[in-house]
């Protein structure tokens, strides 16, 4: 493992931890409303991801985001993951980050949808055998949980959409991001004006910790995202693809064994199918890759 190498698969454990880690974060902050900790997630974001751009000097793709072509489709993922953000706070607090790990497992079998909807992939058989196994857990937790699970499908399809945009946006990750919080931070600031003026307002919670905690919303939001980008770049597709799985694997455990949220017979069911179909979708991916080298080493060598 060469040092760039090496670089990339610590990023990305860092990237994949803090996610996964992330429902500590919220719950500690249980005591501030949804909407009050998203806003300040938003604001708090703004300072950070300019300290990062200043630090790489990276202000022209900066100016590139602000040209309409980009800006236009900036404002949709922005608010995307915004919504993302939201349901998620929401979920935690109200004990449903099982239903919340659940939405990050199924979210690589989406994007593979999206690649043949959109993008004319053709799905192999393996990949089609892997989408129908995680279909049948849905149906299962579904059944667990009384309801369709919602929250799940809302993160996958937010988060999935947000990603198919971003792809479509040839600009810096960190510009990206910045002009994405910038769009929302007029409405989050306009939240926090009115909950400021509210009788009981307890805008920054209650002082002290809680000052520093919501502070840290800025760093926690962007550090992962970068060390994310920084790990993209220097992994292969299959090593980020097989990684992208630790975060909802911590949150699911932190869930079941920290939250003590219900986890039954029907509830591992459920999730036996999803990871049997993770199982099957990144053997499949890993094979494919390993194919594909062997074919462009064949091809020079002729």
């Not at 993302?84 to 079998?109: K, M, Q």
């Not at 805008?203 to 002290?208: A, I, L, W, Y």
Request: with cysteine; hydrophobic share 60%.
């Amino acid at each position: 493992m060469n040092t760039e190498t090496r670089l990339g698969f610590f990023a990305g454990l860092g990237a994949y931890f803090i996610w996964g880690s992330l429902p500590l974060y919220i719950r500690l902050m249980k005591h501030i409303s949804a909407p009050d900790l998203l806003a300040h997630r938003v604001v708090w974001s703004i300072p950070t991801a300019l300290i990062f751009i200043a630090l790489a000097a990276n202000w022209r793709d900066v100016r590139t985001a602000l040209k309409w072509d980009k800006l236009k489709w900036l404002a949709v993922s922005g608010a995307l993951i915004g919504a993302n953000w939201g349901c998620y706070i929401w979920a935690v607090n109200a004990d449903r980050t099982v239903e919340a790990s659940l939405g990050y497992y199924i979210n690589p079998l989406v994007n593979v949808l999206f690649g043949m909807i959109f993008f004319s992939e053709r799905l192999r058989i393996a990949q089609w055998i892997a989408v129908g196994i995680a279909t049948i857990g849905v149906g299962i937790m579904t059944i667990a949980f009384g309801h369709i699970p919602w929250v799940a499908l809302f993160l996958c399809m937010t988060f999935a959409v947000y990603s198919l945009i971003r792809k479509q946006v040839a600009i810096d990750s960190r510009a990206g991001f910045l002009m994405e919080v910038l769009l929302l931070a007029p409405l989050a600031l306009a939240w926090l004006i009115w909950v400021s003026r509210q009788a009981d307002a307890h805008v920054f919670g209650e002082g002290g910790w809680d000052i520093a905690l919501l502070l840290a919303a800025g760093p926690i939001t962007s550090i992962p995202l970068i060390l994310f980008a920084l790990s993209a770049r220097r992994l292969k597709l299959s090593t980020v693809g097989m990684m992208q799985y630790i975060g909802p694997t911590i949150q699911f455990l932190i869930a079941v064994l920290i939250f003590r949220e219900p986890f039954g017979w029907t509830h591992a069911a459920a999730f036996g199918f999803i990871w049997t179909a993770l199982a099957i979708f990144t053997a499949d991916s890993v094979m494919g890759d390993a194919k594909a080298r062997r074919l462009a080493r064949a091809a020079r060598v002729s």
